[in-house]
């Protein structure tokens, strides 16, 4: 990044910068993410992830199941997306931003994604 321009109430407004095509990007120390400015944010996600089933590292022959089995794998959570996930179909695979791979399951008569 080589500038970064503000607005008077100290929120970055415009930024100058270059692509290193030759460098790697773990390498890199400053990374641009961004968003869109002015759309509406897309509301109508729900995110589903799921953690691990067994809580064991090694599951015994004399434990009951109930006993290693995590009853809390699945994390379900709405979450805001860009105005492009509006044209997301069943079947998508998206990356969301430090969160992982998902998959679209469903896209329900009124939009909205699962």
Same mark, same amino acid.
């Given at each position: ?30 990374? +641009?993410?961004?968003?869109?400015? =002015?759309? @509406? ?5 729900? $995110?589903?992830?799921?953690?691990? /089933? ?20 699945? +994390?379900?959570?709405?979450?805001? =997306?860009? @105005? ?5 179909? $069943?079947?998508?695979?998206?990356? /969301? ?18």
């Amino acid at each position: 990044i080589a500038a970064i321009a503000e607005a008077q109430a100290g929120k970055p407004i415009r930024c100058a910068a270059t692509l290193p095509l030759g460098g790697a990007a773990k390498k890199t120390k400053w990374k +641009l993410h961004f968003v869109t400015d =002015g759309s @509406p944010l897309v509301d109508t996600v729900t $995110a589903v992830e799921f953690d691990h /089933l067994i809580t064991l590292k090694k599951v015994e022959a004399d434990k009951s199941p109930m006993d290693f089995v995590n009853p809390d794998s699945r +994390l379900t959570m709405a979450i805001l =997306g860009e @105005p492009a996930m509006k044209a997301i179909k $069943a079947g998508d695979v998206l990356q /969301l931003e430090r969160r992982g791979f998902f998959i679209c399951y469903s896209v329900d008569a009124s939009g909205h994604i699962t």
